[in-house]
């Protein structure tokens, strides 16, 4: 029988998931209060009372954290950790725990389809349907795009964890050939040594001091000119500026992101300069969301809380 005290559980951004995502019940007495989102104002107040706080992206700091007495977990429905003060938590004692290994399939989906898209030049392609230029052509195709194969290209992936490794899993399913790289352990110029071969580059290290700005003019213009480069890890890895320089002036061949630095963006985000381009992607923070993953994500966040009360160490930062 469970002799655990009765807990009091906020979730900060509940609407960070769907309304239709199960979230299964705990193995101990407790009061679950969502809140869809939380303002900056409001998160001292919302978790004061709280043993277990629960977020995707609320940030969490020394000065909204000071006075939260009672709390002793937070559960991060996510991977990364840089939303957190973790260095605070650690001085008073508040345990944090994420998510590991959830997204890596649909991520790695979303990284072909956003390569196969460009290489293909699907958005491109249908915009020239959309022109009735087909109609216009005397033969069978409408030839008006440059299609690549992917046999045979080279794909270099930054970030060799789970997302990283199947990425190269899948992309060796379509004959290409794949090399890694540290960011952890390499400089600008082994970066930039790196990418100079590379057909396409695919982005997936964590965002932190080292990696913020990592790709920017210098990197981009050691690429190839008929280079493809993808990231769906979070936008500050790539100088966004940079990017939308680089596709207007045909340094690389083309882009697809799924993150920004700042989301939900701006609606003078730089990138609606170039959103209208064939050869750029652009899609809502979405390559993690498959409805298979989400329900993954929660089920391994009641499992992370279940077992940090059963005193088994789980997914602990």
């Not at 840089?82 to 890596?104: G, H, M, P, Q, T």
Request: with cysteine; aromatic share 8%.
């Amino acid at each position: 029988m469970n002799t655990l005290q009765h807990k009091k559980i906020v979730f900060l951004d509940r609407s960070t998931f769907p309304k239709n995502i199960k979230f299964n019940n705990l193995n101990f007495k407790n009061t679950w209060k969502n809140y869809n989102f939380t303002e900056m104002k409001d998160i001292g107040t919302r978790i004061r009372e709280a043993n277990i706080v629960v977020t995707n992206k609320v940030n969490l700091n020394k000065l909204n954290l000071n006075n939260s007495k009672n709390l002793e977990l937070i559960a991060i429905t996510a991977t990364g950790t840089n939303i957190i003060d973790l260095e605070f938590c650690k001085k008073r004692n508040i345990a944090v725990c994420n998510l590991r290994d959830y997204a890596s399939t649909s991520v790695a989906e979303h990284v072909m389809t956003l390569i196969l898209g460009l290489s293909k030049s699907i958005k491109g392609l249908e915009e020239d349907i959309k022109n009735k230029l087909w109609q216009k052509k005397k033969v069978f195709a409408l030839l008006s795009r440059e299609i690549s194969d992917l046999n045979n290209k080279n794909i270099g992936i930054i970030g060799n964890g789970s997302i990283g490794k199947k990425v190269g899993k899948f992309a060796k399913a379509f004959g290409m050939n794949i090399s890694f790289i540290s960011v952890r352990n390499s400089n600008k110029y082994e970066l930039r040594e790196f990418l100079h071969n590379l057909d396409y580059l695919s982005i997936h290290c964590p965002l932190n001091e080292k990696t913020n700005g990592l790709i920017s003019i210098k990197e981009l213009k050691a690429m190839k000119k008929s280079s493809i480069i993808i990231n769906t890890a979070r936008g500050g890895i790539i100088n966004e500026k940079d990017l939308v320089y680089a596709i207007k002036n045909k340094i690389i061949a083309g882009a697809g992101v799924d993150v920004a630095t700042e989301e939900p963006p701006k609606n003078n985000h730089v990138y609606y300069q170039i959103i209208k381009k064939s050869n750029f992607i652009w899609t809502p923070h979405t390559a993690w969301a498959s409805s298979e993953t989400l329900q993954r994500a929660i089920d391994q966040l009641i499992n992370n809380i279940n077992s940090f009360y059963e005193g088994k160490k789980k997914n602990l930062v």
